[in-house]
């Protein structure tokens, strides 16, 4: 009875968990924004869509990242979820029902809380979940959110390519979608701590890891029962505890610890500097590359296969990412070499892009670099994760997140916004080619000269790989 009381403690949250990434990510219509905003639906003309609405979107996500970052742990995630699927369904009710351009500045700021809530998605699971688990637990999540998001797109792509249907609907059933998601929201249960605000347990010290599975059995048993004798005392002490003084200091003692422990390797440094450089630049490319398609084929007299090529992408990406698990390669030695190769494919994908005339050119350059992107942000994931603690993991994450949407502020201050250079698309392609242009070189360099030494020096190389070894080994049980 214990095994299946602890059995269905962690199927249900991750299916509840897996069925809301589905759902949340099925946008049908997200492909073909870009389109819809500069189309007869919305009217808004190329240069304030590239100009003056997406900067809006980049400056809202990095206002409210960090501060949402901190409050999803505090709040214990599920508040944070229910809050996304809120803003996701108030940003296909805007697209759909509201005119005016006012209404699509407010959009992008609702999207950017879309955004920045992400990170909720993964994080909930772990606090609900036991640790052995983590791995097969994530698995779900992230093939969820794919399978959703192929879906999506796919069925997108076939509306309007077959059946003629017009954006105003697509963006109507992507309402329907991300209303189904809000919904399932709501049965997700509320995790009992987070990772940095841990509640009354935490900060007493008392240790429960040898009677989780028989809390976990009389709390099920129990619930309605104690529900119904608690009531509204039971919860305003538990409030009490959660806010108190000594559960935020606890929580900030142990944010400055992990932030010490995740930034004191200079390798784990270097893996969270590409992380940074390049999902800002990944970021741009992303945001832009629509407006690079209508550029070169107009959608207004052209057929589009945005949604076709956003799937095959994603495919592909998730294609090379599951292969970085069957590649045997000495990461420590080779890896920021691997960084800087597959950063000069990606550099020329963006140039191909910037250059060509030939929208299937242009379809081509963009799965080619989001494929090497995919590529080597699971490596670079897997590799910040194995040496860390959850905690850690997780710190890491907001921070080299936050560090990335920085860069990509200050490339759309310079390069985009319509108050500085403004440029056009095109410019702004050819900058976003050197940029990774820039970063190939750097890591290449880098990369080249740690290879050198392992080739010269290998026992410090070695040395160096059986400090981290613990760490690895344990990455199955309590790890990411």
């Known amino acids: 009875m214990l095994n299946y009381y602890t059995h269905m403690g962690w199927v249900y949250p991750t299916a509840v968990l897996s069925l809301y990434g589905f759902f949340a990510n099925c946008r049908v219509a997200e492909p073909f924004l870009t389109p819809y905003l500069i189309g007869p639906h919305k009217n808004i003309s190329e240069e304030v869509v590239t100009n003056y609405l997406f900067p809006i979107w980049t400056y809202s996500y ?56 992400e990170v909720a998605y993964f994080s909930y699971i772990y606090s609900v979940i036991p640790a052995e688990k983590y791995q097969r637990a994530t698995g779900y999540l992230r093939s969820a959110m794919l399978a959703g998001y192929t879906f999506g797109a796919s069925l997108g792509q076939m509306l309007i390519s077959l ?92 944010l400055w610890r992990s932030f010490r422990e995740s930034y004191s390797s200079r390798h784990l440094l270097y893996w969270s500097l590409w992380w940074a450089l390049a999902t800002a630049g990944y970021g741009q490319v992303f945001n832009y590359i629509q407006l690079m398609w209508d550029h070169i084929e107009p959608s207004a007299s052209s057929s589009i296969y945005n949604g076709g090529v956003e799937a095959v992408c994603t495919l592909v990406g998730a294609a090379a990412a599951l292969s970085v698990g069957h590649i045997k390669v000495t990461w420590a030695v080779w890896g920021e070499l691997a960084l800087g190769l597959f950063s000069a494919v990606g550099a020329l994908a963006v140039f191909l892009m910037g250059f060509t005339s030939s929208i299937w050119a242009c379809y081509a350059g963009y799965v080619i670099f989001k494929a090497s992107y995919m590529l080597l942000i699971t490596i670079t994931t897997f590799q910040i994760a194995s040496n860390l603690s959850m905690e850690c993991y997780a710190l890491t994450f907001g921070i080299n997140t936050f560090a990335a949407l920085s860069l990509q502020t200050i490339l759309t201050v310079i390069v985009v916004d319509e108050t500085a250079l403004g440029l056009d698309i095109v410019t702004q392609f050819i900058i976003y080619g ?47």
Request: glycine share 8%; aromatic share 14%; net charge negative.
């Open 62 to 117: 990095l206002a409210i990242l960090f501060p949402v970052f901190l409050l999803t742990d505090f709040l214990r995630y599920k508040p944070l979820i229910v809050l996304q699927g809120l803003f996701l369904v108030t940003n296909y009710i805007l697209l759909c029902f509201v005119p005016g351009l006012p209404a699509m500045t407010f959009l992008q700021v609702n999207y950017a809380v879309v955004t920045s809530t």
């Open 163 to 254: 059946g003629g249907v017009d954006y105003f609907f697509i963006n109507a059933i992507t309402l329907g979608t991300v209303s189904i998601a809000f919904l399932v929201s709501f049965w997700l249960p509320m995790p009992q701590r987070g990772m940095f605000f841990k509640g009354k347990t935490a900060i007493t010290g008392g240790s429960q890891s040898k009677q989780e599975g028989e809390v976990a059995v009389d709390d099920a048993k129990e619930a309605v029962k104690d529900e119904a004798e608690a009531g509204a005392g039971t919860e305003n002490m538990e409030c009490t505890v959660w806010c108190s003084k000594d559960n935020v200091a606890h929580a900030g003692q142990l």
């Open 434 to 480: 050197s940029y990774y242009a820039t970063i190939s070189v750097l890591f290449l360099i880098r990369g080249t000269y740690t290879a050198c030494a392992y080739h010269y020096y290998p026992e410090k190389t070695e040395a160096k790989e059986q400090e981290n070894e613990p760490s690895v080994e344990a990455i199955a049980a309590e790890r990411f």
